[in-house]
C-alpha cells in the first residue's frame, strides 16, 4: 500500500467515494474499486512516500472522473439523465435541463411550479442557438427540449389573439340587458363579438408585420417558416369576421 500524505489520503477517498455512489448497485463495483487502487500504486510505485495531494492528482486525472467506471446501461433512468446533464456535451446538458425544469414545472404546479416556465423557456431556447451555431439538426431531442417553447408561444399568441377581444366585449356589451329581447340581444352579442375580433385581429396583422422578426426569433424552431406575407391570411380572416359581425349588427 502507497504511503500517502493526509491530504493526498482524503483526496484519494472522496474519489474513492464519489466512485462507489456512481457504482452503487452494480455488480462490478468491487473489482473496480480493486483496479483502480491497484493503478494509483503502479502509478506511484516509485515515489518515494508519503506521496502529496498535488503528485496524486496527475494520477487521479489520467483515471478521469470517478463516474466514468460505471457503464450508462446498468443505471436507471434518471441517473442516467443526471449525469448527461451534469458531464455530457453542452447541448445534451441543455436538452435535459430544459426537460428537468419541465418537468419539475408541472409537479410543483399547485404551489407556484409554473414560475420555472420562463428558466425552461430561456435553456430550450440556448440549446437551439447551440444547435444553430453548429448547423445541426435538433432531431429527437425536439422531445426534451420543445414543450416549453410551445407553452409560452402559446401563452403569448392566445393573449395577443384574445386578451383585446375580451376587454373589448366586456365593455362594449354592458347594461343591455333591458334594451334586447333574447333573440336580438343573442344577434347583437354575437355581431360584436365577430366584429371586435375581426377589427383587432385586422390591426394585430399589422402589428405583427412589424415585430414579425422577434417573434419569430423568439419561438424557434417552432416558427422557422413564419413570413411578413403571413399577416395576410390574419388579415383576412379579421376581415371576414369584421363582415359578419357587420352583418349582424346593422343588416339583419
Do not use: K
Request: charged share 20%.
Amino acid at each position: 500500500m502507497i504511503d500517502l500524505t493526509p491530504d493526498a489520503e482524503q483526496r484519494f477517498e472522496s474519489y474513492l467515494t464519489r466512485m462507489r455512489a456512481a457504482l452503487r448497485g452494480s455488480a462490478t463495483g468491487d473489482d473496480v474499486e480493486q483496479s483502480v487502487r491497484e493503478h494509483v500504486e503502479v502509478a506511484l510505485g516509485g515515489v518515494e512516500g508519503p506521496v502529496s495531494a498535488d503528485r496524486l492528482e496527475p494520477v487521479l486525472a489520467q483515471l478521469g472522473p470517478p463516474e466514468r467506471w460505471v457503464s450508462e446501461d446498468e443505471l436507471p433512468a434518471w441517473r442516467r439523465m443526471m449525469m448527461r446533464l451534469s458531464q455530457g456535451p453542452e447541448d445534451w446538458r441543455l436538452a435535459y435541463g430544459s426537460f428537468a425544469l419541465t418537468l419539475l414545472m408541472f409537479v410543483l404546479m399547485p404551489i407556484g411550479g409554473v414560475l420555472l416556465l420562463i428558466p425552461a423557456y430561456l435553456v430550450s431556447r440556448a440549446f437551439v442557438e447551440v444547435l444553430a451555431s453548429r448547423d445541426e439538426a435538433i432531431g429527437a431531442r425536439r422531445w426534451l427540449v420543445l414543450p416549453p417553447v410551445v407553452i409560452v408561444m402559446a401563452i403569448v399568441t392566445g393573449i395577443a389573439l384574445i386578451a383585446p377581444i375580451g376587454a373589448a366585449v366586456s365593455i362594449g356589451l354592458r347594461d343591455l340587458d333591458d334594451m334586447f329581447s333574447t333573440v336580438a340581444r343573442m344577434r347583437y352579442d354575437t355581431g360584436f363579438l365577430a366584429m371586435s375580433a375581426g377589427v383587432w385581429w385586422i390591426v394585430l396583422a399589422g402589428i405583427y408585420s412589424i415585430v414579425y422578426r422577434p417573434y419569430r426569433a423568439a419561438f424557434l424552431p417552432l416558427t422557422a417558416r413564419l413570413r411578413r406575407g403571413h399577416a395576410l391570411v390574419l388579415t383576412l380572416v379579421g376581415a371576414v369576421f369584421a363582415a359578419i359581425g357587420a352583418v349582424l349588427l346593422f343588416v339583419v
